[in-house]
């Protein structure tokens, strides 16, 4: 691995971004080719069904990759190259007429699954992030607790608290995550 690799492996997709729209370093592009080429890639050859034309979609997608981000406000990059990638795959499709009825509701079922997952993604991203924002030690008697299914025991001994303090972090942790995900619009109540 190269030292502009190990550079740029650790950076986050939109501290790659505003370093991209900062300094134009095409290695960065490398690096977002390196993240995210060989989805790119299947989305393509989910979409054209022919290796030759996703690899071409492929490269004219990283080539103009740069103009695209200096351009563009994206949020999270990910499911903005799914779009991108989407889009030119479609092009390609209507420009050879090839896109009949059957390969139409194909894709329409497809985009869907694809577009609840990215969904999903983007919440649990949110999430993620709105645990991080708790405070001591409710972030971690959360993660403990329902992410990695520690009893209350068990989340009561790894962090060296009472029972009751872990049950009352977690109560704690659990209204304030609530709160935190209103304001993302990610918590809709009842």
């Given at each position: 691995m190269n030292k502009t690799r190990k550079k740029f492996?650790?950076?986050?997709?939109?501290?790659?971004?505003?370093?991209?729209r900062a300094n134009d370093d095409k290695k960065i592009i490398g690096e977002l080719y390196s993240r995210y080429g060989h989805l790119v890639m299947g989305t393509c050859l989910n979409y054209l069904r022919n290796k030759n034309d996703a690899e071409d979609i492929v490269m004219e997608i990283f080539m103009t990759l740069g103009d695209k981000i200096k351009k563009h406000e994206i949020n999270y990059f990910k499911s903005w190259l799914f779009v991108l990638t989407k889009n030119n795959c479609l092009m390609v499709l209507r420009k050879k007429k090839h896109y009949d009825t059957q390969l139409n509701e194909e894709i329409v079922a497809?985009?869907?699954?694809?577009?609840?997952i990215q969904i999903k993604e983007i919440q649990l991203t949110e999430l993620e992030t709105a645990i991080d924002k708790l405070d001591p030690p409710q972030d971690e008697a959360i993660k403990l607790f329902y992410i990695q299914q520690m009893s209350y025991k068990e989340v009561s001994e790894?962090?060296?608290?009472?029972?009751?303090?872990?049950?009352?972090?977690?109560?704690n942790g659990k209204r304030n995550l609530k709160i935190?995900?209103?304001?993302?619009?990610?918590?809709?109540?009842a």
């Open positions: 492996e650790h950076y986050s997709d939109a501290k790659l971004l505003v370093s991209f497809q985009e869907d699954e694809i577009e609840e790894k962090l060296n608290l009472t029972l009751n303090k872990v049950k009352s972090a977690i109560q935190k995900l209103k304001e993302h619009d990610l918590f809709k109540s």
